[in-house]
C-alpha cells in the first residue's frame, strides 16, 4: 500500500495580471484554437461558448444593450419625412334656377385629381433633455458591454468549476475504491488468521465493519461523480468521456502579488461588476439632468416643400360643354420654433424627483458594489493562500499516514498491534490522500476566483491551464483506478 508520489498541482495565475479594457475579452473569448478534444478543460471550454444558453441569453442582452446609444442618439440628428398623396374625387351637381316664370335646370359633373409630394427636416437646435439622454444612452451601452463581459468571465469560472468538480467526483472514488480494495484484502487476511485461532471474531468484525463502511463511501463517490458529469453536460450540451487531470509536476504557489492589498487595489480598478455598477450610476445620473432639464426651452429648425399639381374637369350636362382648369402649386416653409414648457400637470417635476431618488439609489448601489469585491476579494486571497499552506500540509500528512499505516501493519503481523489500529491507519492514510488531492482542486478553482474577481480572468487562463493536463493512465484490469 504505497502512494506513487506526492503529486503538487499548479494555479491558473501564470499569466500574470494582465487588464482587460472593456470588449476585449468579448473578442478573445469568442475565437478559440479550437481542435482540443471534448475530454480537456479547452475543449470544454470552447463547447460551452457554443452551447450554454446563460452566455447565449447575455450575448443576446448585449446586442440589444449596445443599440442604447444609437436610439437615443437619434433625438439629436435630422429627421426627414417624405410623402407622397394622390387623391381622385367625382361629384356631380343639380340646381334649378328660377328667372320669373321660367325654371331653368343645371346639371354638371366635376372630377378632381390631385397629385402631392412634400418633403421636411427637422433639426434640434437646442434640447437639453435629448442631449442628456444621449449621454445616457452611451453609459448604457457601457454597461451591456461590461456585463456580458461579466458573463463572460463567469463562463469561464463555471467551466473551471464544473470540470475539476468532475475530477474531484473522480479522485474520491478512486481513493474509497482503493480504500474498499485494501480492506477487502485486509478482511480475508483477518479471516484466513481467525480460522487457524491467530485473531479473535471480534478481529473479523471489527474489518467486516470498515469494509462495509468502505463500500457505502465507494458507493457515495460513486453517485457525486454522475451527478458532477450531469452538471458538466448542462454547460456544454453534451456527455464527455474520462476527462484529463492535472500533471504531478504542477506546482502549488502562492499568487502573485502576494500581499491582499494590492489584489484589492487591482479589483477596484478592473472589476466588471464594479463596472457595471459604474455605467449602471453614471446612467442614472444622465437620466436625472435629462428630467431637470425638461423645464428649459427647446429650439429647433424645420423646413418643408410641397410640390402638388391637380387637373380639375367640369363638365355641363345640360350644355354639353367640359372645360379642364389644370393648377400646378410649390410651397417651401423654413421655421425657427421655439417651445417653452409652462405646466405639464406636474409631470415634469415628478419625473425629475423620480429620475434623482433613481440616482441616488444607484449611488448607492456602486457603493454597495464596491464594498462587496473589496471583501470578496479579500476573503479570496486569504482562501488562496490557505490552499497553498494546506496542499503543502496535507502532501506531509500523505507521507506520514502512509508510514503509520505501514508500521501499523507490521505490528499486526507481529502481534503488538491489533487490527483496530489497522482499520484506523488505513482511514486515516486513504482520507488524507482525499483530502491531499482536493486540496489541489481546490486550488485550482479559487484562484481562478480570485482572479475573476480581479477582472484579469481571461480565455487565455483557460489555455494556459489546459498545458498543464495530461491524458489519464488506462485503467487496470482490477478496475481499481475508477475513471472520470
Known amino acids: 500500500m504505497s502512494m506513487t508520489g506526492t503529486r503538487v498541482a499548479a494555479g491558473l495565475l501564470l499569466a500574470g495580471l494582465v487588464g482587460w479594457a472593456p470588449g476585449a475579452l468579448a473578442a478573445s473569448a469568442e475565437s478559440g484554437d479550437g481542435g482540443f478534444p471534448d475530454s480537456t478543460l479547452a475543449g470544454v471550454y470552447e463547447l ?32 426627414i419625412q417624405g410623402g407622397y398623396g394622390y387623391t381622385e374625387s367625382d361629384t356631380e351637381s343639380s340646381s334649378v334656377f328660377v328667372v320669373g316664370d321660367l325654371e331653368i335646370d343645371n346639371v354638371s359633373q366635376q372630377d378632381v385629381e390631385t397629385d402631392s409630394w412634400t418633403a421636411s427636416l427637422r433639426q434640434p437646435l437646442f434640447d437639453m433633455p435629448a442631449w442628456f439622454r444621449f449621454k445616457q444612452g452611451v453609459e448604457l451601452s457601457r454597461q451591456a458591454e461590461a456585463t456580458f463581459t461579466v458573463a463572460q468571465q463567469q463562463l469561464i469560472l463555471r467551466s473551471v468549476r464544473a470540470y475539476f468538480e468532475v475530477l474531484r467526483a473522480a479522485t474520491n472514488l478512486k481513493a474509497s475504491r482503493a480504500q474498499e480494495s485494501a480492506l477487502k484484502a485486509q478482511l480475508e487476511q483477518v479471516q484466513q488468521r481467525f480460522e487457524v485461532g491467530m485473531v479473535a471474531i471480534t478481529d473479523v468484525h471489527e474489518a467486516q465493519a470498515g469494509y462495509d463502511l468502505a463500500v457505502a463511501q465507494r458507493i457515495s463517490d460513486e453517485g457525486q461523480l454522475g451527478i458532477a458529469r450531469e452538471l458538466l453536460s448542462v454547460l456544454t450540451g453534451r456527455s464527455h468521456g474520462e476527462l484529463w487531470i492535472l500533471d504531478e509536476e504542477f506546482p502549488v504557489v502562492n499568487p502573485d502579488p502576494s500581499g491582499s492589498d494590492e489584489w484589492v487595489r487591482f479589483a477596484q480598478e478592473n472589476n466588471f461588476d464594479i463596472k457595471v455598477a459604474e455605467h449602471a450610476r453614471d446612467a442614472a445620473q444622465r437620466g436625472a439632468r435629462a428630467a431637470a432639464s425638461e423645464h428649459l426651452p427647446s429650439v429647433d429648425l424645420s423646413l418643408s416643400y410641397t410640390d402638388s399639381s391637380s387637373d380639375i374637369n367640369r363638365e355641363d350636362l345640360i350644355a354639353g360643354t367640359e372645360t379642364d382648369f389644370p393648377s400646378d402649386e410649390e410651397r417651401g416653409v423654413v421655421a425657427l420654433n421655439l417651445t417653452v414648457p409652462i405646466f405639464t400637470g406636474g409631470l415634469t417635476s415628478a419625473s425629475r424627483r423620480q429620475a434623482a431618488a433613481r440616482y441616488d439609489g444607484q449611488i448607492a448601489n456602486f457603493q454597495g458594489t464596491v464594498r462587496t469585491v473589496t471583501q470578496e476579494t479579500r476573503a479570496s486571497h486569504i482562501q488562496v493562500l490557505s490552499d497553498v499552506a494546506r496542499t503543502k500540509a496535507r502532501a506531509q500528512a500523505v507521507t506520514s499516514t502512509q508510514s503509520a499505516l505501514e508500521a501499523a501493519e507490521v505490528g499486526y503481523s507481529v502481534g503488538t498491534r491489533n487490527v483496530v489500529d489497522v482499520l484506523r491507519a488505513q ?13 489541489i482542486i481546490d486550488y485550482v478553482i479559487d484562484l481562478a476566483g480570485l482572479k475573476r474577481l480581479a477582472g484579469t480572468l481571461a480565455p487565455e487562463d483557460v489555455y494556459e491551464l489546459n498545458r498543464w493536463l495530461v491524458k489519464p493512465p488506462d485503467p487496470t484490469l482490477s478496475g481499481n483506478d475508477g475513471g472520470n
Open 48 to 79: 460551452a461558448l457554443e452551447n450554454d444558453l446563460t452566455l447565449a441569453q447575455a450575448r443576446a442582452q448585449y446586442r440589444a444593450g449596445m443599440e442604447e446609444r444609437k436610439l437615443a442618439r437619434a433625438a439629436l440628428l435630422p429627421q
Open 427 to 439: 482511514q486515516e492514510y486513504f482520507s488524507a490522500v482525499r483530502d491531499y488531492e482536493n486540496s
